[in-house]
């Protein structure tokens, strides 16, 4: 399987979206951010191209900053688009007028640098450096361009997976370079620069086999959280889309819902009423290949759960002896194995062999609330 640090990093942030993205392969509108960063890159190409004898003109760059712009914005978004190729222009100006003399002892070798990293299991890893250079005789810097109006702190870049896989990728093509990774805020005109440890990358490159090994597992459950709010896969998600409501359907939702919360409310006197409540919404739930439903003011929604109900205890053995950390086991619990094998303090194969010496056993948990502001969402089914 082929993987880039894009879909890594959308499969870590969210297995369901990597499933509706890359496998589904639904569309999305175009974003301005994505087509400025786009149009930016290629200007910055073309202004550090080591096949060129002179510096590109501040009108060269202008140039090739508009034709990968595309003209065309999406419905509804005329004025944004135009305020940022606006910006780009002027960014470019001064980005031009910053770097037009080049810095001595240094030098371009490669721009938009394309890499195949074969990888375990036959999986390859690919991408492209936007620039590397060349400083003194051994040094190596691979730039990343950022379009971000944002710097994160520079513990967050020490952390960074992209500039990881670009230092196992500069060290399989420029061997014999000491390597260091920059992230380059153009509209900001600051610049990070981190040196990984070979621990670090070392990590990357096993949660990267991680992934993969859960992507053919096919294992995209969704993670829920507050970017699911403006997630652009969200009425796709199986989640959040709305319930679709066969002709047999034989449950009153809203009606469902109301004896809910009354009975939540009245307390344990209404335990009965309760339980019957949820019978029915999951049974509508069920009937309409739903996890949530918005209807008469509440909010229904229902999550799988997995809990490991048992360890197989000479697989934990076998994993953990020949590291001398069995010894160290005075009891079997959940919480202390699942610590220990997402440390990164065991081998990868170690790590694996304890999630897989566990068993699970999965619960779904349905919860009624009222609707509040913060929902923000129409009501469906």
């Known amino acids: 399987m082929r993987i880039s640090y894009s879909r890594y990093s959308t499969y870590r942030h969210c297995p369901q ?17 994505l087509e400025f960063g786009t149009a930016m890159h290629s200007a910055l190409r073309l202004m550090h191209d080591p096949s060129r004898i002179r510096v590109p003109s501040v009108e060269e760059l202008i140039d090739a900053f508009a034709k990968a712009w595309n003209p065309v914005p999406p419905e509804g978004v005329e004025a944004d688009w135009g305020l940022w190729f606006e910006e780009g222009t002027k960014i470019l100006q001064r980005y031009h007028g910053e770097h037009a003399e080049r810095e001595e002892g240094r030098h371009t070798i490669d721009t938009e640098r394309f890499f195949n990293l074969p990888l375990e299991g036959g999986h390859v890893l690919t991408g492209r450096m936007d620039r590397v250079d060349v400083i003194g005789d051994k040094r190596l810097e691979v730039i990343d361009y950022k379009t971000s109006r944002r710097m994160p702190p520079l513990t967050a870049v020490d952390q960074n997976a992209q500039l990881a896989i670009y230092r196992l990728a500069a060290g399989q093509l420029y061997p014999g370079f000491e390597v260091t990774t920059t992230l380059f805020f153009v509209l900001l005109g600051q610049r990070i620069q981190t040196s990984q440890d070979e621990q670090f990358v070392k990590e990357t490159k096993d949660d990267i086999l991680d992934a993969l090994t859960s992507i053919e597992l096919e294992e995209f459950e969704p993670r829920l959280g507050g970017h699911c709010d403006w997630c652009a896969f969200r009425s796709h998600c199986p989640f959040f889309r709305a319930p679709v409501e066969p002709e047999d359907l034989d449950v009153d939702i809203a009606a469902a819902l109301r004896k809910y919360a009354e009975a939540d409310v009245a307390g344990k006197k209404a335990d009965t009423r309760k339980e ?49 950390r069995w010894e160290a086991v005075t009891q079997v619990n959940t919480t202390a194995l699942r ?35 913060d929902d923000d969402s129409e009501e469906t089914g």
């Open 276 to 324: 019957e409540a949820k019978e029915l919404i999951n049974r509508y739930l069920d009937q309409c290949q739903a996890e949530r439903v918005e209807k008469s003011g509440y909010v229904a929604e229902r999550r799988t759960y997995k809990r490991v109900t048992r360890w197989d205890l000479e697989r934990l053995r076998e994993a953990l002896s020949p590291l001398g």
């Open 339 to 373: 610590r220990l094998a997402e440390s990164r303090d065991l081998p990868r194969e170690a790590r694996k062999a304890i999630e897989e010496a566990a068993t699970y056993s999965e619960s779904r948990q349905l919860r009624v609330r009222a609707l509040t502001d």
């Open 17 to 33: 979206q990597y499933k509706l993205q890359y496998v589904d392969r639904i569309p999305t509108p175009r974003a301005v951010v």
